[in-house]
């Protein structure tokens, strides 16, 4: 079980972490979005109706309640590459309902959310990125629940500028005291580049747009060392994002993605991300522009979700304390879907051994944590971003509220949204801890000694039985995260 440990000083935050996503370079085009009505596909368990109103085209496609149900449309794109799909549906039930979405028999995302609208004559746009052939593609939305899936009006691809996914590979990009290589595992293209471990050493990529304006971005990388290694991300010769984080990730065959966003000069323009440490930067597999986050519109923002959560209706039993407070302040507030609270950020550190959390690093060291890896072993503080709840007490029990291990924690500071997992359970009275790691993302002092901050910290439990898997996985920590936090907004 965590432990909470008295704050001795504040740290400061690290600018350029913000996550967020969308918007892409030059791609081949097509003049405008094509619509494909869906009573007009094929269709398996689901009927047309028009009992409802404000759909397009002479009706629209109400799925059976049964799982396996689907649309199948016909696509032909004009040529090769990146698209958006856009589906419009409406959801009047009190639950999203899921569904998998396939390009030519292959699943290009697997259990989407579709999340309530309020009612069934209220629709809305769920958009997601994925590559077609030139011809004739079959795009198909499949149902994963038994409750079905939502009412669907129909499908838009767009080929236009707008709408696709770039990946440019590190390994041929200009490089800077780094090298190319290619033995770990996991990685993109032909390699990967190895930075030297130096000040200064940097990647340099060139990526076109077809028209000026803001761009988000992804920086695949890997890093094993323990400790963050941010680098400077500079967009023709300007920073953009100030020692952004790129985290410890399990082992160097595991990859994480780091996000930004820049303006963009219609043309070519040159994005560079140099080392500030003299540990150099990160394993770099790829930068990607066009990152789509499920959610139809971006990752919803830390203002988006703090504006959710400025009233507090308790569901907690009675209140809890900071470490640092000697009375009990803090309530557990109740939203559809969630659960958050507004505390301080204490350092866990428990789990299993390393260079940063050991016995000699923490007074308080625990050789376990409340949840485990999938492989049976104990979660590790410095390299995985979780939350610590309170142990089950006449308090609150968050047990009682479809929250376990696993879950995902949205964990909002200073205009940040880092997703995390449950992943540990404190002291009974005291409420507001997190893992090293998770410290390290957000820009806050590690140090289970010293470090943690006093600021406030909103942190945003969403109720929910699906889980982060494997536990490990920050990546799908972040991909469930952002889909949930959509359903947030949507919902609330």
Same mark, same amino acid.
């Given at each position: 079980?965590?432990?909470?440990?008295?704050?001795?000083?504040?740290?400061?935050?690290?600018?350029?972490?913000?996550?967020?996503?969308?918007?892409?370079?030059?791609?081949?085009?097509?003049?405008?979005?094509?619509?494909?009505?869906?009573?007009?596909?094929?269709?398996?368990?689901?009927?047309?109706?028009? #009992? !409802?109103? @404000? %759909?397009?085209? *002479? +009706? &629209?496609?109400?799925?059976?309640? =049964?799982?396996?149900?689907?649309?199948? $449309? /016909?696509?032909?794109?004009?040529?090769?590459?990146?698209?958006?799909?856009?589906?419009?549906?409406?959801?009047?039930?009190?639950?999203?309902?899921?569904?998998?979405?396939?390009?030519?028999?292959?699943?290009?995302?697997?259990?989407?959310?579709?999340?309530?609208?309020?009612?069934?004559?209220?629709?809305?746009?769920?958009?997601?990125?994925?590559?077609?052939?030139?011809?004739?593609?079959?795009?198909?939305?499949?149902?994963?629940?038994?409750?079905?899936?939502?009412?669907?009006?129909?499908?838009?691809?767009?080929?236009?500028?707008?709408?696709?996914?770039?990946?440019?590979?590190?390994?041929?990009?200009?490089?800077?005291?780094?090298?190319?290589?290619? #033995? !770990?595992? @996991? %990685?993109?293209? *032909? +390699? &990967?580049?190895?930075?030297?471990? =130096?000040?200064?050493?940097?990647?340099? $990529? /060139?990526?076109?747009?077809?028209?000026?304006?803001?761009?988000?971005?992804?920086?695949?990388?890997?890093?094993?060392?323990?400790?963050?290694?941010?680098?400077?991300?500079?967009?023709?010769?300007?920073?953009?994002?100030?020692?952004?984080?790129?985290?410890?990730?399990?082992?160097?065959?595991?990859?994480?993605?780091?996000?930004?966003?820049?303006?963009?000069?219609?043309?070519?323009?040159?994005?560079?991300?140099?080392?500030?440490?003299?540990?150099?930067?990160?394993?770099?597999?790829?930068?990607?522009?066009?990152?789509?986050?499920?959610?139809?519109?971006?990752?919803?923002?830390?203002?988006?979700?703090?504006?959710?959560?400025?009233?507090?209706?308790?569901?907690?039993? @009675?209140?809890?304390? *900071?470490?640092?407070?000697?009375?009990?302040?803090?309530?557990?507030?109740?939203?559809?879907?969630?659960?958050?609270?507004?505390?301080?950020?204490?350092?866990?550190?428990?789990?299993?051994?390393?260079?940063?959390?050991?016995?000699?690093?923490?007074?308080?060291?625990?050789?376990?944590?409340?949840?485990?890896?999938?492989?049976?072993?104990?979660?590790?503080?410095?390299?995985?971003?979780?939350?610590?709840?309170?142990?089950?007490?006449?308090?609150?029990?968050?047990?009682?509220?479809?929250?376990?291990?696993?879950?995902?924690?949205?964990?909002?500071?200073?205009?940040?949204?880092?997703?995390?997992?449950?992943?540990?359970?404190?002291?009974?009275?005291?409420?507001?801890?997190?893992?090293?790691?998770?410290?390290?993302?957000?820009?806050?002092?590690?140090?289970?000694?010293?470090?943690?901050?006093?600021?406030?910290?909103?942190?945003?439990?969403?109720?929910?039985?699906?889980?982060?898997?494997?536990?490990?996985?920050?990546?799908?920590?972040?991909?469930?995260?952002?889909?949930?936090?959509?359903?947030?907004?949507?919902?609330?």
């Amino acid at each position: 079980m965590a432990r909470h440990r008295r704050l001795i000083r504040t740290a400061t935050l690290v600018v350029g972490g913000l996550v967020v996503s969308i918007l892409p370079p030059l791609m081949a085009a097509s003049a405008a979005p094509i619509r494909l009505e869906a009573e007009n596909a094929v269709l398996s368990q689901a009927t047309v109706a028009t #009992n !409802h109103t @404000g %759909f397009s085209g *002479t +009706g &629209f496609v109400d799925y059976t309640n =049964v799982a396996g149900g689907f649309i199948r $449309w /016909t696509a032909n794109a004009a040529s090769a590459g990146s698209a958006s799909l856009s589906i419009r549906f409406a959801n009047g039930s009190t639950a999203s309902r899921p569904m998998d979405i396939s390009v030519n028999g292959t699943v290009v995302a697997a259990g989407v959310s579709f999340g309530v609208t309020g009612s069934w004559d209220t629709w809305s746009t769920k958009t997601l990125n994925a590559t077609l052939n030139a011809g004739a593609n079959t795009i198909q939305a499949t149902a994963t629940g038994a409750a079905g899936g939502p009412n669907v009006d129909f499908l838009e691809f767009d080929q236009s500028s707008s709408g696709g996914i770039v990946d440019y590979q590190a390994e041929t990009a200009t490089i800077s005291q780094g090298v190319v290589e290619s #033995n !770990h595992l @996991g %990685f993109t293209g *032909t +390699g &990967f580049v190895n930075y030297n471990n =130096v000040v200064g050493s940097f990647v340099e $990529w /060139t990526v076109n747009a077809g028209t000026a304006g803001m761009v988000n971005f992804e920086i695949r990388y890997s890093n094993a060392s323990g400790a963050n290694r941010p680098m400077n991300i500079m967009v023709n010769g300007a920073t953009v994002a100030s020692n952004l984080a790129f985290s410890p990730t399990a082992n160097w065959d595991t990859w994480s993605n780091s996000r930004f966003s820049a303006n963009l000069n219609a043309g070519s323009n040159r994005v560079r991300a140099t080392a500030t440490l003299s540990t150099g930067g990160p394993n770099v597999d790829r930068l990607r522009s066009g990152v789509d986050s499920g959610g139809g519109g971006g990752a919803p923002t830390a203002s988006q979700l703090l504006a959710k959560m400025t009233s507090c209706s308790q569901i907690s039993n @009675g209140l809890y304390k *900071t470490d640092s407070e000697k009375s009990r302040t803090i309530p557990v507030c109740g939203k559809t879907g969630a659960v958050f609270w507004k505390a301080d950020m204490d350092i866990d550190c428990d789990g299993q051994r390393t260079t940063q959390c050991n016995e000699n690093t923490d007074c308080c060291f625990q050789p376990d944590t409340a949840f485990h890896q999938s492989d049976g072993k104990p979660l590790i503080a410095s390299v995985l971003p979780y939350t610590v709840v309170p142990s089950p007490s006449s308090t609150w029990d968050y047990r009682n509220f479809n929250i376990g291990g696993a879950s995902v924690v949205a964990i909002i500071f200073h205009d940040q949204v880092l997703y995390t997992v449950v992943g540990d359970t404190g002291p009974t009275d005291i409420i507001g801890e997190a893992s090293y790691a998770s410290a390290v993302a957000l820009g806050i002092n590690p140090d289970p000694r010293n470090g943690g901050t006093d600021e406030e910290v909103v942190y945003l439990v969403f109720r929910d039985s699906r889980r982060v898997s494997p536990i490990e996985n920050h990546d799908n920590a972040v991909t469930l995260g952002e889909q949930l936090a959509g359903e947030f907004l949507t919902n609330n």
